[in-house]
């Protein structure tokens, strides 16, 4: 496997991100930067008087990816589909978002273009910017997506303009502040995410909490609907429909099923917390049951889950945390 095919397919290792970064640092582009415009489906295709400050900001994306390996000493990125909370600096195989491919390949192509003008801008306060480069040295395109709202437009009412000098104001275009970052990023095959919360959002991809849904789902039903240790389930149906309908259950599920604290709960354990807290989750004492229906607090129960309800050492206090993490 030669360097180039190496970058193309292992972008989220280690070694090939540190060096790929030191070709970013050290090698101008080898074709200019081309900046687009995207809102609502639509590319607009851009001019910039010196777009050199892009690449800049491909360089400090990078860099980060890079600081946070060395930070923590690991071999690669953390994956997505493996990460449990809303971290920054994760990697997914962009083949997963076909959004990102089919935006990447309209950019390759020069397909798909629409006519520019500054009636774009009349009701939008947010658009992305999207900028494309070509390294020679490594072989692979390297497109960035940046999320730019009213903050960084100086002037919504006049046709576009970038000019990274003096952010001054002219009347040929419109002058942007961009972030010193990407919100993502792909190199080759890999796509580097910043910021979880926004990749998700903007794409409604929601696929690893949907993943750990249903396998939680699939293990209660096998374990014959019996939670922990000794808890019965009375209603999974209902919980599986109603979790899948509402993201941040979707995403608290995740969580709840790769820590996994929940096998070796007890019932006599769990009717305790749910009295002290005055829960609204609806018992069933007599078969060792919790009943999942409108009765129940889906949240309690799956707040519940997380272990987030605790009486305080110190005051006594019956108190409830934002996250659960083990010390």
Do not use: W
């Not at 509402?246 to 709960?265: C, D, E, P, W």
């Amino acid at each position: 496997m030669d360097k180039r095919e190496e970058f193309l397919k292992l972008g989220y290792k280690k070694d090939v991100l540190k060096e790929i970064f030191g070709i970013l640092e050290s090698t101008e582009v080898s074709q200019p930067v081309e900046i687009f415009l995207f809102k609502d489906g639509k590319l607009f295709d851009l001019t910039c008087d010196d777009a050199s400050f892009f690449e800049e900001i491909v360089v400090n994306s990078v860099r980060e990816f890079v600081k946070e390996l060395e930070s923590n000493d690991l071999a690669e990125v953390e994956s997505y589909e493996d990460s449990i909370y809303d971290k920054r600096f994760l990697y997914i195989e962009k083949q997963e978002v076909p959004q990102v491919v089919d935006i990447e390949n309209r950019l390759l192509t020069r397909t798909s273009f629409d006519r520019f003008d500054k009636s774009v801008f009349k009701d939008y306060k947010n658009f992305d910017i999207i900028v494309k480069y070509f390294y020679r040295e490594i072989g692979a395109n390297i497109v960035g997506f940046q999320e730019l709202d009213s903050r960084h437009i100086f002037d919504v009412k006049r046709l576009f303009f970038l000019d990274s000098a003096n952010l001054k104001s002219r009347d040929s275009g419109v002058i942007l502040k961009p972030k010193e970052f990407f919100d993502y990023f792909v190199i080759g095959d890999i796509l580097f995410i910043r910021s979880v919360y926004y990749f998700e959002n903007k794409f409604q991809f929601f696929k690893k909490y949907v993943t750990s849904k249903d396998e939680f789902v699939k293990e209660i039903k096998v374990n014959n609907n019996v939670l922990g240790r000794d808890i019965r389930l009375k209603g999974i149906d209902y919980f599986d429909k109603y979790v899948s309908e509402r993201k941040t259950f979707l995403k608290k599920l995740h969580g709840i099923y790769k820590k996994g604290n929940y096998v070796n709960f007890e019932f006599a354990r769990l009717k305790e917390v749910i009295t002290t807290f005055n829960l609204k989750i609806n018992l069933d004492e007599g078969n060792n049951e919790i009943v999942l229906e409108e009765k129940t607090s889906i949240k309690d129960f799956l707040d519940l889950l997380s272990e987030l309800y605790y009486v305080s050492l110190l005051s006594e206090d019956k108190l409830k945390a934002n996250e659960s993490v083990r010390l």
